[in-house]
């Protein structure tokens, strides 16, 4: 999936926050069920990525399997993120 603008919200079925009307929706596919509806945001600022949970139930995790970390409130983000049980990468376009 390619990231369209500064904001994006990921989730089962995500819903937008009301300070990011805008955000481009991304729907993660989790049969697990561990990827809450609306699980986190992405948001580009001063250039660079960060993430925030958005009051999921199984967390935002950060950082390589070796070290992970829990994301409370936003935290910078670069390359390997968990929702839930379900493994994302930010990757940028090497344009």
Do not use: Y
Not at 30 to 48: M, N, W, Y
Not at 81 to 91: H, I, M, T, V
Request: hydrophobic residues 40%; glycine residues 10%.
């Amino acid at each position: 999936m390619t990231l369209t603008g500064e904001t994006a919200v990921l989730g089962r079925n995500p819903v937008a926050p009301s300070d990011s009307p805008d955000a481009q929706r991304i729907a993660i596919d989790d049969v697990t069920r561990t990827v809450s509806k609306t699980h986190a945001l992405l948001r580009l600022e001063g250039g660079s990525w960060t993430i925030t949970d958005l009051a999921s139930t199984n967390g935002v995790f950060v950082g390589d399997a070796d070290d992970e970390a829990e994301v409370s409130g936003r935290a910078p983000l670069a390359g390997r993120f968990l929702l839930g049980d379900a493994e994302l990468r930010l990757a940028t376009d090497p344009r």
